[in-house]
């Protein structure tokens, strides 16, 4: 079926650096998202984009936090500065309608 | 939270047994979805129930939503250790924000 590709799949970095994390998704579709998901616990929403626009983000969704896709490359999840609590696997997903197609996940390590 | 209920539950079983995990919602919504993710893997889409429909069956597994009392469950028949998984409901709030409930880890020993 569609893939959805994130890369990397595992971004170790020290609090305080930026980081950047890549998707890409499935090729036709319109809508874009990021999950955080801690320690395979509950699968918390941060943001979705349409049309080159933030639709949506929740509060997990901080200033320090910004998404693009510029000229439908890489849809891009982009932290500065990190803090710790940013430690945890980001999901994106892509989708035209109501089912979401997800990738793998990167695993974000800030130290 | 929209979601109640369901809060990250454990269920361990045997293979070829049956087992039903439920999930309730707080507000109102027109379809259910239910997933499954896989250890290391996202989650993948596995059935989806609108509330015109009161089950929906894709081969071993069976939804059913009951928008009077806001719950949906999600029934696997004689499971298989390839069941082995985090199975979530989840459901549309807003415009295209799809918000997942907490998850049930589901162990299926062979």
């Known amino acids: 079926g569609p893939k959805v590709l994130q890369i990397p799949s595992h971004q170790i970095i020290d609090m305080g650096q930026m980081v950047t994390l890549n998707c890409d998704p499935v090729s036709n579709h319109l809508y874009f998202y990021w999950y955080k998901q801690i320690l395979g616990q509950q699968m918390e929403f941060l943001v979705n984009f349409y049309n080159g626009k933030v639709m949506e983000k929740s509060k997990l969704f901080k200033d320090q936090f910004s998404v693009e896709r510029p000229d439908g490359s890489y849809f891009t999840l982009k932290i500065q500065p990190t803090a710790l609590e940013d430690s945890a696997v980001y999901f994106c997903a892509s989708s035209l309608g109501e089912r979401l197609f997800f990738g793998h996940g990167t695993k974000l390590s800030v130290l | 939270s929209q979601w109640g209920e369901e809060n990250l539950q454990a269920l361990s079983i045997q293979e070829g047994e049956d087992v039903t995990m439920n999930c309730s919602y707080k507000?109102?919504?027109?379809?259910v979805q239910w997933y499954r993710q896989k250890s290391g893997k996202g989650p993948a889409l596995i059935i989806l129930?609108?509330?015109?429909?009161r089950e929906k069956r894709s081969g071993r597994l069976r939804a059913t939503l009951d928008t009077s009392s806001q719950s949906s469950s999600l029934s696997i028949t004689g499971t298989l250790a390839t069941d082995t998984a985090v199975y979530f409901c989840?459901?549309?709030?807003?415009?295209?924000?799809?918000?997942f409930g907490s998850g049930t880890q589901l162990t299926v020993m062979p």
């Open positions: 507000t109102y919504t027109t379809v």
């Open positions: 989840a459901t549309f709030s807003g415009s295209w924000q799809l918000i």
């Open positions: 129930i609108r509330s015109n429909e």
